[in-house]
């Protein structure tokens, strides 16, 4: 069995609204998983939501991926610090002045939350990435995104299972992998490109999975969790 005081999975509350989120978190327990709010649900819900997740007993990952000039993200940063969150995160085209500042604010304050920062989208393909202008495979951009964020003093980065293996050894076992695009057995892929099965991310190396539909959307989200959290202690027991 996973160990609980560290829990591998991230449910993302990927809800219009904060009833809906709410309603779920009701269903699950914060001793074996954690949560992720985004960009839409803290349009519509606000920092009073992530407060209450808070104080419901959820670490927090907060995934807005600030991306502006170094002093306001670094403000933002250090907001978020402000709500108690567990881990927020930056994009990392936001260049080394950015992710330092970001790094500085949070050091500047009381409890550090996790600073990690996102490398490429796992929606984005080599074709999305040329015409945009940036060139070379998904891969190699998130290899350069993620040495810059480990040179900026950050945490870990966000970044597709596919790509763990090759972050985790020129990373080190320190340094935080979070993946989205994990997807059970079985379930949908949506609009996901990069996508691996809980047991395999693990096996790979990846610290956090970010899991939402197959536990948002199942008639027994908490029973979808464990039955992750057990493939994944199968996988830690080796």
């Known amino acids: 069995m996973q160990n609980t005081n560290d829990p591998r999975v991230i449910v993302a509350l990927d809800y219009p609204s904060a009833d809906a989120a709410l309603a779920l978190v009701e269903r699950l327990d914060p001793a074996r998983c954690r949560v992720k709010v985004g960009k839409?649900?803290?349009?519509?819900?606000?920092?009073?939501?992530?407060?209450?997740?808070?104080?419901?007993?959820?670490?927090?990952?907060?995934?807005?991926?600030?991306?502006?000039?170094?002093?306001?993200?670094?403000?933002?940063?250090?907001?978020?610090?402000?709500?108690?969150?567990?881990?927020?995160?930056?994009?990392?085209?936001?260049?080394?002045?950015?992710?330092?500042?970001?790094?500085?604010?949070?050091?500047?304050?009381?409890?550090?939350?996790?600073?990690?920062?996102?490398?490429?989208?796992?929606?984005?393909?080599?074709?999305?990435?040329?015409?945009?202008?940036?060139?070379?495979?998904?891969?190699?951009?998130?290899?350069?995104?993620?040495?810059?964020?480990?040179?900026?003093?950050?945490?870990?980065?966000?970044?597709?299972?596919?790509?763990?293996?090759?972050?985790?050894?020129?990373?080190?076992?320190?340094?935080r992998l979070v993946t989205p695009g994990i997807r059970p057995s079985g379930a949908a892929l949506g609009d996901q490109k990069r996508v691996m099965t809980p047991g395999d991310a693990i096996r790979s190396g990846s610290d956090y999975l970010v899991i939402g539909r197959p536990v948002t959307g199942a008639d027994d989200p908490m029973g979808v969790l464990l039955a992750v959290e057990a493939e994944i202690g199968a996988v830690l027991a080796g």
């Open 40 to 175: 839409e649900l803290f349009t519509r819900a606000g920092p009073e939501l992530v407060r209450r997740l808070v104080d419901g007993g959820f670490d927090v990952f907060l995934d807005l991926k600030y991306h502006d000039i170094p002093n306001t993200v670094a403000g933002a940063c250090a907001a978020a610090a402000d709500l108690g969150v567990w881990m927020v995160n930056v994009h990392a085209l936001g260049g080394r002045a950015m992710m330092e500042a970001a790094r500085e604010a949070l050091e500047a304050g009381g409890r550090r939350p996790l600073l990690i920062a996102v490398t490429v989208l796992t929606s984005h393909s080599e074709a999305d990435l040329a015409e945009i202008g940036l060139a070379g495979s998904p891969m190699e951009n998130v290899q350069r995104l993620a040495a810059l964020a480990q040179g900026s003093g950050l945490d870990g980065v966000v970044c597709s299972p596919r790509e763990v293996a090759t972050l985790r050894a020129a990373h080190g076992e320190g340094f």
